[in-house]
């Protein structure tokens, strides 16, 4: 039965301290926030006291401004030790004037009280020597020992030697002894010390579950709840268990700051706790809000302490900054580096998609030109293929009218009416010449009806041609056959009806005009009207 029992408290307990981890997660935010509002808190604790004092000023009697005056002692005890002990001393002087021992016992130990907190541990030994503890009445006995045992835990503390404070520890146990023996064992106040007892002794169970008990019954957000939160930190620190007493040093941390205490020893604790967990940023601040709360206090004691913590934790928050700084430098320049990079990769991406894009518009405008250039063959071939045609049916006209011709010739020959040659006059053959050449003049001005003006463009322009009726000049005749390949004079010369010669004066003449090399004319002509 161990053994389920066992399996059970090992799976639950790692779940429980997760959500003591979490909830102290959460309360370190509560208590940053509620530092940011320090000075809210501060006046508040400030009015308080002044309305304290302002009530005062109308009292008459001793005894009623004793009673006010240990309101205010109540208030100061936690928060300006110097003004504390003003208003035990006025306290003390009235007492004294009226020769009332409890009222002058009662200051005394008050003043022993401040004292310890303070760090005068010197004049607080001579108050404890001037009193006579085995006279005093009880509950001023059970005070004393308290102040007694503060005292010495103070002292211990200040020490901060093992050596030297041992036989403080031993003193500040028998008193404990004797304020124990003074109370009744029922009371909140001899649990307290007995947990104290049972811890030296490792009872810690027995000695937990008293804490516990008497925390679960202070009230929030009281100095009350705020001790036995401090108490519950102390023993969990003796336990060394780590996340609750954080947990309780948060808890009694938040109430110190919101009630305006200013002798708050939690939030110094909790400095050091987090500055050795790794939380040097939150250390470094509650440690400055801690030593500014103790030079707030006039605590002399305090300060020393912090004195001995404050330097390693701000030296370790200096040294973090430093290496941010340094890491931040470093970021800084491979971020830069990466920035130019950056630059540079875009830069070369924006040149490589603008000569992309200027490639596809290119590749576009040479799509188009090509559409049109197709669309321009496609219409020159339906053209050619038409005026092809035409030549040809002109062709097989004058191979008929010659084979007529020659039937004719035949036939006058054989039946011997050779008279009738005659009639066969040449002009009928300059027709068909002519014919011929406003035939060609029409299809060549069909297929290149820019050819004249182009033409004209290689010539000076008082010399330039005009179209007459629509049909070329022998110049222009000779050019165009010039344009469709036609280059051999002779052949020229055949087609025209012409001598060489005569094809010869023709083109130097129009040489002569031109604006370009003589040499060069010929082959301007020939691009003209070419696809480009």
């Known amino acids: 039965m161990k053994y389920p029992l066992l399996a059970i408290f090992v799976i ?28 809210i808190f501060l006046e508040m604790k400030e009015v308080g006291i002044s309305d304290l004092k302002q009530k005062k000023q109308q009292l008459r009697k001793q005894e009623d401004i004793i009673d006010i005056n240990r309101e205010i002692i109540n208030q100061y005890n936690s928060f300006i030790c110097d003004s504390a002990e003003f208003y035990i001393k006025e306290n003390l002087t009235l007492a004294r004037q009226s020769d009332k021992k409890d009222i002058i016992t009662e200051s005394l130990l008050h003043l022993s009280y401040v004292y310890s907190l303070s760090g005068l541990f010197f004049q607080a030994s001579e108050i404890f020597e001037s009193l006579d503890y085995e006279h005093l009445p009880d509950h001023y006995k059970a005070w004393y020992c308290w102040n007694y045992i503060r005292y010495f835990e103070n002292l211990i503390v200040y020490i901060n030697d093992p050596r030297y404070s041992y036989p403080y520890e031993i003193k500040k146990e028998e008193w404990r002894d004797r304020v124990m023996s003074l109370l009744s064992e029922q009371s909140e106040e001899y649990r307290k010390e007995l947990t104290h007892k049972l811890q030296l002794s490792g009872q810690f169970s027995d000695a937990e579950e008293i804490l516990n008990s008497i925390f679960e019954h202070q009230q929030p957000h009281t100095h009350q709840y705020a001790m036995a939160a401090m108490n519950l930190a102390k023993h969990y620190a003796k336990t060394n268990e780590t996340e609750k007493e954080t947990y309780y040093l948060i808890l009694a941390a938040i109430s110190d700051v919101e009630l305006a205490v200013k002798e708050n020893e939690a939030l110094l604790s909790l400095a050091v706790k987090l500055y050795h967990s790794g939380d040097v940023d939150r250390a470094y601040n509650y440690i400055r809000v801690a030593l500014d709360d103790a030079l707030f206090y006039n605590a002399r004691f305090k300060n020393s302490v912090i004195s001995r913590i404050q330097p390693i934790i701000e030296d370790t928050y ?33 040149i490589q998609i603008k000569a992309v894009s200027k490639a596809k518009k290119e590749l576009r405008m040479m799509n188009d030109d090509l559409v049109k250039l197709n669309k321009k063959l496609d219409e020159a071939n339906i053209v050619k293929e038409h005026y092809i045609g ?3 049916n002109q062709c097989s006209v004058y191979v008929n009218k010659l084979h007529k011709y020659r039937k004719n010739v035949n036939l006058n020959i054989k039946t011997g009416q050779m008279g009738n040659l005659h009639k066969f006059s040449p002009d009928e053959m300059e027709y068909d010449i002519n014919e011929l050449h406003t035939n060609f003049d029409k299809t060549f001005l069909a297929l290149y009806p820019n050819f004249v003006t182009e033409f004209n463009s290689l010539l000076r322009s008082n ?22 390949g036609i280059t051999d004079v002779k052949q020229i010369a055949d087609f025209l009806h012409y001598s060489v010669q005569t094809v010869y004066n023709y083109k ?22 070419s696809i480009k």
């Open 508 to 529: 130097s003449k129009v040489k002569t005009k031109a604006l370009v090399e003589s040499d060069q004319f010929e082959e301007e002509v020939i691009k003209i009207g």
């Open 12 to 39: 639950f307990l790692p779940s429980s301290l997760f959500s003591l981890e979490n909830k102290s997660d959460s309360l370190l935010k509560e208590l940053d926030r509620v530092i940011e509002k320090r000075a």
């Open 318 to 350: 200096l040294q973090k900054i430093h290496s941010q700084q340094k890491n931040l430098r470093l970021y800084s320049i491979v971020t830069s580096l990466f920035v130019i990079f950056l630059i540079i990769t875009l830069s070369y991406l924006y």
């Open 463 to 484: 010399e330039q041609y005009n179209l007459e009726r629509g049909e070329l000049n022998n110049e222009l005749r000779i050019f165009a056959l010039i344009k469709l």
């Open 390 to 392: 035409y030549f040809m």
